[in-house]
């Protein structure tokens, strides 16, 4: 009975708090829009006549009223009506549906006194909501409660969970992903004073951890192996099946859910998070059954796990919209100085970084780190857990202004800021909390291979194989170069005239499909797809004599894989060099690629969507750069350098990723690390079994998004 009371007493006094904030935020509101009127000349209050402050007051108090009530009860319903709409384009429309939303509130004051101009009311709206928020969040600094329902808003929850469902349950775990941020960058970062939050870490006793990532030292790859134990076959960022005549691209969704379906069927397994798991901003579900922005999931319809909803979570919070659109705006202006900086300094080595490219900046350095963020909040507080979440940031622009520089080190200061909210908001949730910082891989620095040589990969490989060149690529050195070294192999090979176009006379027959050159970093693939198996070298050498040649003697580049059908496989380097991939050592032609790259290179191998050939650029160990083969001057896909040591940053309390001596080598073994770590907070993790692991697929995300004519009936998948 006594219980009950003071339950109630409670109840009355959160309601009285919460009245009186209320209040405030209006008073408030109401004192800013008296202050916009007497500034800006488009915007009034007053009738025609003229009014006295307390009537002006009392209509600024109608319309700051209006506009609030609007913003809490039409504005959700709007952004839900816009999920269809791209992020990018929301973020943009907030500014106009913000301002919309003050001029119905102007609308409907009696007598007609407020009124302002359509431009004019959009930064009154920004203004406005900016003010709200602040006093609102100001009040709720010392009241725990109404700090926790602010961040259940801004999450999308309705409610906290109930303590019940707590008791006695052991700590949570938020794996943070900083994509792209390696082993190298994070200790520079940390030194720097970059990152207070991560040194703080540091200093308390966190463990860092390198890790060596596979061949394909690039996101998907690397998060399927950690969210989903496996990454077999997944050769690269992209690449040929022949089977079933389609490119594969891991951030496409369709291929995403075929990769993540795969895996799951491979392990038996749902995946890191199939107990009480959220997964944010990430590429694979991991399992989990709470999504926001998980691409492998976008074509889900449900109404609870609905990837795009955690937009709507974020976005249905005007001043949070505002907040996001006004960081969005700033961004863009950033990166176009920058860029024009870099331009006017003749900063090399350079890409281009116009178009949308700031825009895509901004949507990954902001709205997708703010909502990731805000989706993490929330999730904690929920008592969730297992969450892993992926903070794209820096990855994206290291690819355009190169893994090292005061571009990047903006970035990385801005995601500590992210990081020490996220421990803040877990001394506020239901359960301690375990914070696990990690990345997929790292990015190493250089000029482009297309920027080296004057010609791309497929330029190269058209030379080879005798085809037409553009222009361009014929003036070049290298070039020249390569097509001269195409005549003499086709001359010696063949014993017969070349003309000058490259091709043989008349006397060979019809010339074959052109090859598929695909590029995922510095690590390229070249197949052919009207041969339905993976072509030996030998057969590659009798349709074109000067390719394989032409492509291991290059300069910019380090090192050919392809099948022999006398040797099972080899590795072609410059100066004749052959290694038989049975035998491949560290040492040799993979001797500057350091330690594990023979096994990274035979793994890869035995994989059965691996290229009719596989081309890795040249590294320098002196000055860590490689070549891209996309218009990047930070990459990664490949061997060389910073791209292949990622890290692990784990709290003092949970158990050594390796033993003493060891090294943490490939994605699967971070993989079974995590799963121990989370075995040793909530105690065992019960797999799910393989009929209820199966990955829902909708019928728009089956269709490929690139399909190559393949003639002859397709083979069927065998992972099917």
Same mark, same amino acid.
């Given at each position: 009975?006594? +219980?009950?009371?003071?339950?109630?007493?409670?109840?009355?006094?959160?309601?009285?708090?919460?009245? @009186?904030?209320?209040?405030?935020?209006?008073?408030?509101?109401?004192?800013?829009?008296?202050?916009?009127?007497?500034?800006?000349?488009?915007?009034?209050?007053?009738?025609?006549?003229?009014? =006295?402050?307390?009537?002006?007051?009392?209509?600024?108090?109608?319309?700051? /009223?209006?506009?609030?009530?609007?913003?809490?009860?039409?504005?959700?319903?709007?952004?839900?009506?816009?999920?269809?709409?791209?992020?990018?384009?929301?973020?943009?429309?907030?500014?106009?549906?913000?301002?919309?939303?003050?001029?119905?509130?102007?609308?409907?004051?009696?007598?007609?006194?407020? @009124?302002?101009?359509?431009?004019?009311?959009?930064?009154?709206?920004?203004?406005?909501?900016?003010?709200?928020?602040?006093? =609102?969040? @100001?009040?709720?600094?010392? +009241?725990?409660?109404?700090?926790? *329902?602010?961040?259940?808003?801004?999450?999308?929850?309705?409610?906290?969970?109930?303590?019940?469902?707590?008791?006695? #349950?052991?700590?949570?775990?938020?794996?943070?992903?900083?994509?792209?941020?390696?082993?190298?960058?994070?200790?520079?970062?940390?030194?720097?004073?970059?990152?207070?939050?991560?040194?703080?870490?540091?200093?308390?006793?966190? *463990?860092?951890?390198?890790?060596?990532?596979?061949?394909?030292?690039?996101?998907?790859?690397?998060?399927?192996?950690?969210?989903?134990?496996?990454?077999?076959?997944?050769?690269?960022?992209?690449?040929?099946?022949?089977?079933?005549?389609?490119?594969?691209?891991?951030?496409?969704?369709? =291929?995403?859910?075929?990769?993540?379906?795969?895996?799951?069927?491979?392990?038996?397994?749902?995946?890191?998070?199939?107990?009480?798991?959220?997964?944010?901003?990430?590429?694979?579900?991991?399992?989990?059954?709470?999504?926001?922005?998980?691409?492998?999931?976008?074509?889900?319809?449900?109404?609870?796990?609905?990837?795009?909803?955690?937009?709507? @979570?974020?976005?249905?919070?005007? #001043?949070?919209?505002? !907040?996001?659109?006004?960081?969005?705006?700033?961004?863009?202006?950033?990166?176009?100085?920058?860029?024009?900086?870099?331009?006017?300094? *003749?900063?090399?080595?350079?890409?281009?970084?116009?178009?949308?490219?700031?825009?895509?900046?901004?949507?990954?350095?902001?709205?997708?780190?703010?909502?990731?963020?805000?989706?993490?909040?929330?999730?904690?507080?929920?008592?969730?857990?297992?969450?892993?979440?992926?903070?794209?940031?820096?990855?994206?622009?290291?690819?355009?202004?190169?893994?090292?520089?005061?571009?990047? +080190?903006?970035?990385?200061?801005?995601?500590?800021?992210?990081?020490?909210?996220?421990?803040?908001?877990?001394?506020?949730?239901?359960?301690?909390?375990?914070?696990?910082?990690?990345?997929?891989?790292?990015? =190493?620095?250089?000029?482009?291979?297309?920027?080296?040589?004057?010609?791309?990969?497929?330029?190269?490989?058209?030379?080879?194989?005798?085809?037409?060149?553009?222009?361009?690529?014929?003036?070049?050195?290298?070039?020249?170069?390569?097509?001269?070294?195409?005549?003499?192999?086709?001359?010696?090979?063949?014993?017969?005239?070349?003309?000058?176009?490259?091709?043989?006379?008349?006397?060979?027959?019809?010339?074959?499909?052109?090859?598929?050159?695909?590029?995922?970093?510095?690590?390229?693939?070249?197949?052919?797809?009207?041969?339905?198996?993976?072509?030996? !070298?030998?057969?590659? +050498?009798?349709?074109?004599? #000067?390719?394989?040649?032409?492509?291991?003697?290059?300069?910019?580049?380090?090192?050919?894989?392809?099948?022999? #059908?006398?040797?099972?496989?080899?590795?072609?380097?410059?100066?004749?060099?052959?290694?038989?991939?049975?035998?491949?050592?560290?040492?040799?032609?993979?001797?500057?690629?350091? *330690?594990?790259?023979?096994?990274?290179?035979?793994?890869?191998?035995?994989?059965?969507?691996?290229?009719?050939?596989?081309?890795?650029?040249?590294?320098?160990?002196?000055?860590?750069?490689?070549?891209?083969?996309?218009?990047?001057?930070?990459?990664?896909?490949?061997?060389?350098?910073?791209?292949?040591?990622?890290?692990?940053?784990?709290?003092?309390?949970?158990?050594?990723?390796?033993?003493?001596?060891?090294?943490?080598?490939?994605?699967?073994?971070?993989?079974?690390?995590?799963?121990?770590?989370?075995?040793?907070?909530? /105690?065992?993790?019960?797999?799910?079994?393989?009929?209820?692991?199966?990955?829902?697929?909708?019928?728009?995300?089956?269709?490929?998004?690139?399909?190559?004519?393949?003639?002859?009936?397709?083979?069927?998948?065998?992972?099917?």
């Amino acid at each position: 009975m006594g +219980d009950g009371r003071w339950g109630g007493a409670d109840r009355w006094r959160s309601a009285g708090r919460t009245l @009186a904030r209320v209040l405030v935020v209006w008073a408030v509101s109401t004192l800013t829009m008296l202050v916009l009127a007497g500034v800006l000349p488009d915007f009034q209050l007053q009738s025609a006549d003229g009014d =006295s402050f307390t009537r002006t007051a009392l209509t600024a108090a109608t319309a700051a /009223g209006a506009f609030g009530l609007l913003g809490a009860l039409v504005w959700p319903v709007v952004v839900r009506a816009l999920l269809l709409v791209p992020a990018l384009v929301l973020g943009l429309l907030v500014f106009f549906l913000n301002g919309s939303l003050l001029l119905i509130a102007l609308w409907v004051i009696p007598d007609g006194r407020g @009124a302002a101009a359509p431009e004019t009311a959009v930064v009154v709206a920004a203004v406005m909501s900016a003010v709200a928020s602040a006093t =609102s969040t @100001a009040l709720a600094v010392r +009241d725990d409660d109404a700090y926790r *329902r602010r961040l259940y808003r801004l999450t999308g929850r309705t409610r906290p969970r109930d303590p019940g469902d707590s008791a006695g #349950a052991g700590p949570g775990t938020v794996f943070l992903q900083l994509d792209g941020v390696g082993h190298h960058v994070l200790r520079g970062a940390v030194a720097d004073g970059l990152m207070p939050t991560v040194a703080g870490w540091l200093d308390a006793g966190h *463990r860092l951890t390198p890790w060596r990532t596979d061949w394909s030292s690039q996101t998907g790859a690397s998060q399927l192996g950690i969210l989903h134990g496996s990454n077999e076959d997944v050769p690269a960022f992209r690449w040929y099946e022949k089977d079933t005549g389609r490119i594969m691209v891991s951030n496409r969704p369709a =291929s995403a859910v075929e990769l993540q379906r795969r895996a799951v069927h491979r392990t038996g397994d749902g995946g890191l998070l199939t107990v009480d798991g959220a997964s944010r901003g990430n590429l694979f579900s991991g399992g989990a059954d709470q999504l926001a922005l998980v691409l492998s999931m976008a074509a889900r319809r449900g109404r609870r796990n609905r990837s795009r909803a955690g937009y709507f @979570a974020y976005f249905s919070d005007p #001043a949070n919209a505002v !907040r996001t659109a006004g960081s969005l705006v700033a961004e863009c202006v950033r990166e176009m100085y920058q860029s024009t900086r870099a331009r006017l300094r *003749r900063e090399a080595p350079r890409v281009s970084r116009g178009g949308t490219y700031p825009f895509v900046r901004a949507f990954a350095t902001v709205v997708e780190r703010d909502v990731v963020v805000s989706a993490v909040m929330g999730d904690m507080l929920a008592g969730r857990t297992a969450v892993y979440a992926d903070l794209v940031a820096y990855d994206e622009v290291a690819h355009h202004s190169g893994p090292h520089g005061r571009d990047t +080190d903006q970035v990385l200061a801005r995601l500590d800021r992210a990081i020490a909210l996220i421990a803040t908001v877990a001394e506020h949730a239901p359960r301690p909390y375990r914070i696990v910082l990690l990345s997929d891989h790292g990015q =190493s620095p250089g000029e482009t291979f297309e920027s080296a040589y004057g010609l791309t990969l497929k330029d190269l490989v058209r030379a080879g194989c005798g085809l037409p060149v553009p222009r361009r690529v014929r003036r070049t050195p290298s070039g020249s170069e390569a097509r001269d070294a195409a005549r003499d192999a086709l001359r010696s090979a063949l014993h017969r005239p070349v003309d000058e176009s490259g091709e043989t006379a008349r006397e060979l027959p019809a010339r074959p499909s052109e090859p598929v050159v695909l590029a995922s970093g510095n690590l390229g693939l070249i197949s052919f797809p009207d041969v339905r198996h993976r072509m030996t !070298r030998e057969e590659i +050498d009798r349709r074109h004599p #000067a390719l394989l040649r032409t492509l291991a003697h290059h300069p910019g580049v380090g090192f050919v894989l392809v099948a022999s #059908a006398e040797h099972g496989s080899v590795v072609l380097a410059r100066d004749g060099v052959e290694v038989p991939v049975a035998e491949l050592a560290d040492g040799g032609p993979l001797a500057v690629f350091g *330690r594990g790259a023979a096994a990274a290179v035979r793994r890869t191998d035995g994989f059965p969507h691996v290229a009719d050939i596989m081309v890795n650029s040249m590294y320098d160990p002196a000055t860590g750069t490689v070549h891209a083969f996309e218009e990047q001057i930070g990459s990664h896909g490949g061997l060389g350098g910073e791209q292949s040591r990622a890290f692990l940053l784990s709290p003092p309390d949970l158990s050594p990723p390796v033993g003493a001596g060891e090294e943490l080598v490939g994605a699967e073994r971070v993989h079974r690390v995590l799963r121990r770590w989370l075995r040793e907070s909530s /105690g065992p993790q019960v797999p799910i079994g393989p009929v209820a692991a199966t990955v829902e697929i909708s019928p728009s995300a089956r269709e490929t998004e690139s399909v190559l004519p393949v003639e002859g009936p397709v083979a069927p998948d065998k992972n099917h």
